[in-house]
């Protein structure tokens, strides 16, 4: 029973670090892609909107 638990836990050097949620994990993804994405395609972005 104590290999089951121990198989499951984090490392020993990991279990004082605080992981963040997933889902906001992938909220900072998409926003850092979209930021990125948007100055790379700055000058296209302008020229729609005049």
């Known amino acids: ?3 089951d638990n121990d198989k499951n836990s984090r490392p020993t ?3 004082g670090l605080a992981f963040p949620k ?3 994990g992938l909220i900072i993804a998409i ?4 930021v990125v994405n ?6 296209a972005l302008l020229s729609l909107i005049k």
Do not use: G, H, L, N
């Open 1 to 3: 029973m104590d290999q």
């Open 38 to 43: 948007a100055i790379y395609y700055k000058d």
């Open 22 to 24: 997933a889902k906001y």
């Open 31 to 34: 926003i850092i892609v979209v």
């Open 13 to 15: 050097k990991m279990k």
